[in-house]
């Protein structure tokens, strides 16, 4: 069973500052998901990865699958942005045991 | 394109009760999978569906069920409830089955499950 580790859990910055989310898992993988989930309970899909780096708008997601981490950046932060932030993983048997989910990190961005 | 949909999005039971989840997935999309989100467990895989077949199941005991329709909506079901299946159910679809590897997953906004 893969173990998936967030960091940090609680994060806290200013408007503006550059946001790393951090993410690494046990064993081998065939995707990995980083989802943002919104007050209320709605979860949106950001990014699907299996290898390299994807971008869209401010956000900026990479994997290295060497050392089985990946990593969200969030670029120019805004209040709007404040959120928790998943990262999933698949595994690469097939994907037998469905997703399994970090604990999430919760990123408050202050105006 | 509509989204993901779940009815009810909020739910009240008691114990020992017995409730169903519906779920509605993008049109065309084929694969439904259910998850469970509690504080202190996170989230957690319940099972998923894919041509009215089962196709995965997460660690959870048989009293969790579902079913997929020929028209890919797909229920689950919670018998003889207890106060820690207290929750947020979540589905997500996805164009193929999510056992092939790389797929995408929209989700629903949930169902908001209280057991007193």
């Known amino acids: 069973k893969n173990e998936v580790e967030q960091s940090p859990q609680n994060l806290t910055a200013q408007e503006g500052e550059f946001i790393t989310i951090n993410c690494s898992y046990s064993v081998g993988i065939s995707a990995l998901h980083w989802l943002q989930q919104h007050p209320g309970g709605g979860i949106v899909s950001l990014f699907m990865l299996s290898s390299g780096k994807k971008k869209h708008g401010r956000l900026i997601a990479t994997i290295n699958i060497q050392e089985k981490h990946s990593s969200l950046h969030i670029t120019a932060s805004h209040p709007r942005d404040s959120a928790v932030y998943i990262c999933a993983v698949r595994g690469s048997g097939g994907g037998a045991d469905g997703l399994t989910f970090g604990k999430g990190t919760h990123l408050i961005i202050q105006p | 394109k509509a989204g993901v949909t779940q009815t009810p999005r909020y739910l009240i039971k008691t114990r020992g009760q017995q409730v169903t989840l519906s779920c509605s997935p993008i049109s065309g999309h084929r694969s439904v999978s259910w998850y469970q989100q509690t504080p202190g467990q996170g989230l957690q895989f319940l099972f998923e569906y894919f041509s009215e077949t089962q196709r995965n199941k997460g660690n959870f005991p048989g009293r969790f069920s579902g079913r997929q329709f020929s028209n890919s909506r797909s229920e689950m079901n919670v018998s003889t409830l207890e106060l820690g299946d207290s929750a947020l159910y979540l589905c997500?679809?996805?164009?193929?089955?999510?056992?092939?590897?790389?797929?995408?997953?929209?989700f629903g906004p949930g169902t908001r499950l209280t057991v007193l």
């Open positions: 997500a679809s996805s164009l193929a089955s999510v056992v092939s590897g790389y797929n995408e997953q929209f």
